[in-house]
């Protein structure tokens, strides 16, 4: 039997942010145009990333002799819940730019999931694991960052939807984690130089190659170059296998803008690139 109790943050998406949802006239006119702007860039690729959860559940499924009960019990819970988001960004994206669902069914059809420059990550379960924890922590701070950014202009609604996006990937992490201190606890050991050579390979990719791990890979100049490391002393904690970042630097992650500017553009920087 095993004694891992997997957790699961339960709501209701319709109840959260119904799919005819309108965001009122008053917050377009009021938030700064380039909020506008450069939130509607931000969802047309989170929303995909989010999405990208069902074909790397189908990838880890032709691998699933290789898992343990545990983990792909954790699998279908995940998967249940990035569906979720992807829905929930789905909304909030047509909401805000009037793309249709049908129109992001075909932007979704014509993606192109790549799993060989990804390959160091899925070498097995344990390193799965690992890199869920990597990737799971940094959405949710991810997910921060945009919700007092962006999301916080436009009213309740996508304010708590978001605040449940970051409280389901916090799960994530725990449970992955869970997993990793249970059934792999003679690895722990190799957890520091694995996450080391994560953080290099994302630092390496040029782009997000659209199979869900290492999708902040698109978007580095958001966050400052400490970001990684701090995670990575964060996990190492999680794990008893390090000391907590302060609180001062956690806050950083979300807080961090670049000179000059009052908040992270995803457009201005992305074209000085
Ligand atoms: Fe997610
Ligand atoms: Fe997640």
Known sequence: MSCI????????????????????????DNAPVAILENFKVLLSRDVFSEGDSQPFYDYLMTRKAEFSQDFLAFLDLWLIDELKHYEALRRVY???????????????SQRNHEIEPIAIALEDEFTILVTFMFDELSSAYSYRRDLQEYYSHFGSKPQTLVHHLIKDEGMHFNN???????????????VGD????ISKLESSLNKYYQTFFLDHA???????TYFNSV???FI???????????????????????EGYNFVPVI??????
Do not use: C
């Not at 008893?240 to 302060?246: D, I, N, R, S, W």
């Open 5 to 28: 109790n997997l957790k699961q943050n339960i709501w209701d998406l319709d109840v959260v942010f119904p799919a005819n949802h309108i965001i009122s006239q008053p917050y377009f």
């Open 94 to 108: 047509s909401a805000l730019s009037g793309i249709t669902f049908r129109e992001m069914d075909i932007i979704f």
């Open 176 to 190: 992955a984690a869970q997993i990793l201190l249970n059934n792999h606890l003679e690895r722990l050991g190799e």
């Open 194 to 197: 694995f996450l080391a050579l």
């Open 218 to 224: 698109q978007e580095k100049y958001r966050f400052p």
């Open 231 to 233: 995670i990575i002393r």
């Open 236 to 258: 190492l904690a999680h794990l008893g296998l390090g000391k907590k970042p302060k609180q001062e630097e956690l806050l950083e992650l979300w807080q961090w803008k670049p």
């Open 268 to 273: 201005k920087l992305q074209e000085e690139n």
